[in-house]
């Protein structure tokens, strides 16, 4: 049997019926979860600068001491129970989506490195044949200096993966993916 | 990459510059537990979602889940949604005007089992027009959401069915560049799978990349 994996294909337009209308995930983290509060606010954005309303975002992170909540983390320390760590959402009228989670703690990295604290994300839309994996990481957290992923990307591109912080809402973090064009944002081979 | 102009929506859509190669930390090995718990009995029957039975032509879809390396994959959710027999979404935003089924919802779940295995009880999705070119139809076909067990193995792809016409004009099923690679995607008349007086049978397999158990160390 061939092994090569399977090709991947648009999730097209209609993705809500079978991903999102009773099985989109909002909380990442529960209110018991331990850490600091993020409300992460994304925005998705095509190479025109339009929003786009027709886009699922997947989120995979670490609880707030950088442990995963699945069996496959092989660090062996558990993980926060409140923090289950995975969220999706499809993308409203503004192009935006919520979720309500705790900062991620720092994971092990390669050579040694820890990696500064990030959220995991694939972005699925109509026009895109092949899910988009990306990272959001927080502005001015002085862990990105020496985070060993960060550290693959061109430094004028590092930006594009940084989430702020909007002033006026505390715990709120804004973070715009731009599909292409001039901001475009910097995706990964994984 | 994939931009295909052919398909309109990637044009805008695509990211142009390279993508950046990610050596594999325990953000990529890992991935969800997700809906582990959350698939009812009958999540995987699409004709039994409702009080009637839907209109169409009842089939039974079943394959396995392995990973590149041939190995099962089990206990992972498996996420469908099609059209009806006519070729209408239950969604808001189609307005192809084909009739609705009241009996038919058009999407599923299901965990695969200890071998790989997943099936589901469904009716065989029509064609349907959408805007992409002038007198542009889609080919039957089924949505497929995998997760395997990390991030990394991710996968969504469309199902086809064996001999239809329309594939030849279909840009998303063409934005394939490997023939190999789009055969695949068609799923296989199966006998086996065939119930007697009740339902056809298609079987088709998924393969996920690996997840490199071992995160790169460098």
Known sequence: ?190 | MSLYPAYRATVQRTPRQPLIFLPHTLSEVTGPVYGRNAVAATDHDLTRQHPGEPLGERIIVKGQVLDDGGRPVPETLVEIWQANAAGRYFHQKDDHPAPMDPNFTGAGRALTDANGFYEFVTIKPGAYPWGNHENAWRPAHIHFSLFGPAFATRLVTQMYFPGDPLSAYDPIFQSIPDERARQRLISKFDLEITQPAWALGFRFDIVLRGSEATPFEG
């Open chain 1, 1 to 190: 049997m061939d092994l090569t994996p399977t090709a991947s294909q648009t999730v097209g337009p209609y993705f809500h019926l079978g991903c999102t209308n009773n099985h989109a995930v909002s909380c990442i983290a529960g209110p018991d979860a331990k850490g600091e509060r993020v409300r992460l606010i994304c925005r998705v954005l095509d190479g025109d600068g339009v929003r786009v309303d027709d886009a699922m975002i997947e989120i995979w992170q670490a609880d707030s001491e950088g442990n995963y909540n699945t069996p496959t983390d092989a660090q062996g320390k558990g993980s926060d129970p409140d923090c289950a760590g995975f969220g999706r959402m499809a993308t409203d009228a503004n192009g935006k989506c919520f979720f309500e989670t705790i900062k991620p703690g720092r994971v092990p990295g390669i050579k040694g490195r820890s990696q500064a604290p990030h959220f995991n994300v694939s972005v699925f839309a109509r026009g895109i044949l092949k899910r988009l994996t990306t990272r959001i990481y927080f502005a001015d957290d002085p862990a990105n200096q020496e985070c060993p992923i960060l550290a693959l990307v061109p430094e004028e591109r590092r930006a594009t993966l940084l989430a702020r912080p909007d002033r006026g809402n505390p715990g709120d973090w804004f973070f715009e993916v731009h599909l292409c064009g001039k901001d475009e944002t910097v995706f990964f081979d994984v």
